[in-house]
């Protein structure tokens, strides 16, 4: 996959050059482009903001600039999926993530400031937030994004990792622990130290089942729907 980010402070994509995301670089499963959206203006302030029509309180970041960026990069690395990073975007999740780990090319573009020019939106396929709050940057938003896709490349996690992942299944992921087994009188469930695989695969699926019913009501009434329309019962609060 190849990704394109434009920015007006690459310097803040840093982190994609660290840890799991940096390894995928690397080892060639991931290219990364950084553009700095100033390179594609025409006067000699490298303007990429004005102030809002209708009066408001901010600068819009304006649409010439980005309009020009993402032809520069489609002719350069071919046709690529437009994803604007911004609140009023549909909120990005796990699936989202599933969604866009399939393209081979994205451009991501990152607003800041008060917003983007509304006009962007007329060349963008998607548009994207990561919550219901607003952050000072988009930068912020494409490493979230970045990160979540990343990780659903082929070979970039090792086999089965990201399935057993917190919500790729509607469901939380299980509690982990690791050494010591007793840890100041908290001793590690004995199930996942007996050897037993089917007993702590059971386990595994009725702490996850657990842990979604008691913090995330709207992540359980979508997997006992889902199991539902399987026919299957969850395993845990069978009574309830």
Known sequence: MRIDIITIFPEALKPLELSIIGRARSAGRLEIVLHDLRDFTTDRHRKVDDKPFGGGVGMV??????????????????????????????????????????????????GHYEGVDARVREFCDLELSIGDYILTSGETAALVVVEAVARLLPGVLSAGAAAEESFSQHLLEWPQYTRPADWRGRPVPPVLIGGHHREIAAWKLRAAEDATRRRRPDLWRRYRAALKAAGHPPAAGKKK
């Open 61 to 110: 970041m304006m649409a010439e600039p980005f309009y020009r960026a993402v032809n520069w990069v489609r002719a350069e690395a071919g046709p690529g999926q437009v994803v604007l990073l911004s609140p009023s975007g549909a909120v990005f999740n796990q699936a989202r993530a599933a969604g866009l780990a399939a393209a081979k090319h994205l451009i991501l573009l990152c």
